[in-house]
């Protein structure tokens, strides 16, 4: 991905994305303040940046690329992200054994994402703009 066009093609998709990015980062992070100490605390907040950037960085690959490949990243970053978010509900919020085994079936789905989009390769997109194209009658 190139930097410079990313920002040119999706600027207000950036914004809207980092503005909802330290949302969720700091609404996830705070739900866990009460039972942490300082230090556990920045590291839960740093690994919870990293996660939402993961998430952020393979929406904007999907919307840049649009072929399979970036789709199978963007599934795989968004199964991780939900397993991280059922994690954080069991480990903080409800310590039921079913979100155990929820958030480990999602982490085990994204890594097999991860894996099948490591065996494909980029493909050209094809552009099918028929609006443009003079059709006679």
């Given at each position: 991905m190139k930097f410079k066009e990313i920002v040119k093609q999706f600027p207000v998709t950036l914004i809207i994305l980092a503005v909802l990015g330290v949302f969720c980062v700091t609404l996830i992070t705070e739900t866990a303040q009460t039972k942490l100490e300082t230090p556990e605390y920045i590291t839960e907040f740093l690994y919870n940046i990293i996660v939402m950037t993961l998430l952020s960085v393979a929406l904007i690959n999907y919307m840049d690329k649009g072929?399979?490949?970036?789709?199978?990243?963007?599934?795989?970053?968004?199964?991780?992200?939900?397993?991280?978010?059922?994690?954080?509900?069991?480990?903080?919020?409800?310590?039921?054994?079913?979100?155990?085994?929820?958030?480990?079936?999602f982490l085990v789905l994204a890594f097999v994402?991860?894996?099948?989009q490591s065996s494909l390769k980029h493909q050209r997109q094809t552009d099918f703009n028929f609006l443009d194209s003079k059709m006679k009658v």
């Amino acid at each position: 991905m190139k930097f410079k066009e990313i920002v040119k093609q999706f600027p207000v998709t950036l914004i809207i994305l980092a503005v909802l990015g330290v949302f969720c980062v700091t609404l996830i992070t705070e739900t866990a303040q009460t039972k942490l100490e300082t230090p556990e605390y920045i590291t839960e907040f740093l690994y919870n940046i990293i996660v939402m950037t993961l998430l952020s960085v393979a929406l904007i690959n999907y919307m840049d690329k649009g072929d399979n490949k970036s789709m199978l990243f963007l599934i795989g970053s968004m199964f991780i992200f939900f397993s991280e978010m059922i994690q954080l509900a069991y480990y903080y919020v409800a310590d039921m054994t079913h979100l155990a085994a929820i958030y480990s079936v999602f982490l085990v789905l994204a890594f097999v994402f991860y894996y099948l989009q490591s065996s494909l390769k980029h493909q050209r997109q094809t552009d099918f703009n028929f609006l443009d194209s003079k059709m006679k009658v």
